[in-house]
C-alpha cells in the first residue's frame, strides 16, 4: 500500500530567525512537531483526542538535516510520512521545501503509551497512519 503524505504549510515568523535573518535549529523541531499533529488528524488519528482516550506518543528520537537555509518571510511546505519501527515504536519523516526547494529533512521516533505505559495494541484509528488494520 502506498506511504500516506500530509503537507503542511508554514509561515516563517521573525521571531524563528537568528541574527543573521536564518531560521534557528531549535524552530525545526516545534515545526516537526505542527506537520505531525496535521498528519495525525487529516489521516484520522486526531492527537488531542487521543490523548483524551488516554494514549500518548512521546518523542524518542529527533534528526534533522540541514541542505540550506530558511529565511523569514518565506513558506515553508513540509511533507509529513510514518512507518511502523517495530510492535511499540513508529517513524515520522519531514522534508521540508521552499518553492520547490529542498531545504531541510528530519525525522521523529515515538513510541505509543496509553495511561502512561507502553503499549502495542494501537487502536484501529492509529494504524490506519501506517495503511494497516487490526
Known sequence: MAEKQTPTHIEVRYAETDQMGIVHHSVYAVWFE?????????????YAEM???GYGCPVLEL???????T????FVDIETSATRVDKLRFRVDYKLTVNGKLCTTGFTVHCLMKDGRPTREMPE???KLFNETV
Open 34 to 46: 505542527q506537520a505531525r499533529t496535521q498528519f495525525f488528524r487529516e489521516n484520522g488519528a486526531d
Open 51 to 53: 490523548e483524551r482516550e
Open 63 to 69: 534528526g534533522v538535516q540541514y541542505k540550506g537555509p
Open 71 to 74: 529565511h523569514y518571510g518565506e
Open 125 to 127: 484509528k492509529f494504524l
